[in-house]
């Protein structure tokens, strides 16, 4: 049973749900959790049938209080497996600790180069020809953990900071079915 937590538009979640439903992935997505309760992936879960769970960070002080009340609704479904798409917060040590090597995390350039929550805009700027994506295990630093499969995307000289993401957020659809469906037949 897979929990996929997003803040924001949820391409990837969508990713996700086309192949749950083409069988490409041999496992439920059971709960979509958002701090953001105006997220458009929230909408996409309700299209697909797919409980979710919204709690704002907002009135929590400290991050462990707040994944706390995530992680009962995680075990109250027996989750397994937590996919981290673009899903714009820490998780505390608590919480990767109870499901290391348990949670997984789609980021848009090949790290280590990049992190933080503008990556695409960063690699754009910074003059370099190739960026990416890599989906990897969470662990308690920020874009970081073993990596599960990575993909480079070119930088041309008449790209756009548009055309790119459309690049990367196109190698991220496919990449990240991929990795789930790995995990799911045990073979990560
Ligand atoms: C994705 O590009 C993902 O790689 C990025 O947020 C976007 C979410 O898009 N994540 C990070 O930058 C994590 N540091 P989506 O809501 O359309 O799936």
């Known amino acids: 049973k897979i929990a996929v937590f997003v803040s924001g538009n949820g391409t990837n979640l969508q990713a996700l749900i086309d192949a749950v439903s083409r069988g490409e992935i041999k496992a439920g997505i059971s709960l979509v959790v958002s701090n953001n ?8 879960a309700r299209n697909a049938g797919i409980e979710s769970f919204v709690l704002s960070h907002k009135g929590f002080e400290i991050r462990s209080d707040y994944d706390r009340e995530i992680m009962k609704e995680l075990e109250k479904r027996d989750i ?10 820490l998780l505390s040590p608590e ?4 499901y290391q090597n348990r ?7 090949v790290l280590p180069s ?14 370099a020809k190739e960026t990416g994506v890599t989906v990897h295990f969470v662990d308690e630093e920020l874009d ?7 993909e480079t995307v070119r930088i041309e000289k008449n790209d756009t ?16 079915p991929m990795a ?9």
């Open 144 to 150: 970081h953990g073993p990596i599960v499969l990575q």
């Open 37 to 44: 309760k105006d997220a458009f992936a929230l909408t996409r």
């Open 161 to 176: 900071l548009e055309k790119l993401e459309e690049k990367i957020h196109a190698v991220e659809h496919k990449l990240y």
């Open 95 to 98: 919480f990767i600790k109870k």
């Open 180 to 188: 789930v469906r790995l995990f799911v037949e045990g073979k990560l």
């Open 103 to 109: 949670i997984l995390n789609i980021h848009p350039s």
């Open 114 to 127: 990049f992190k933080g929550t503008h990556a695409i805009k960063d690699a754009f700027e910074s003059g």
């Open 80 to 89: 397994g497996l937590v996919v981290l798409a673009g899903f714009m917060r």
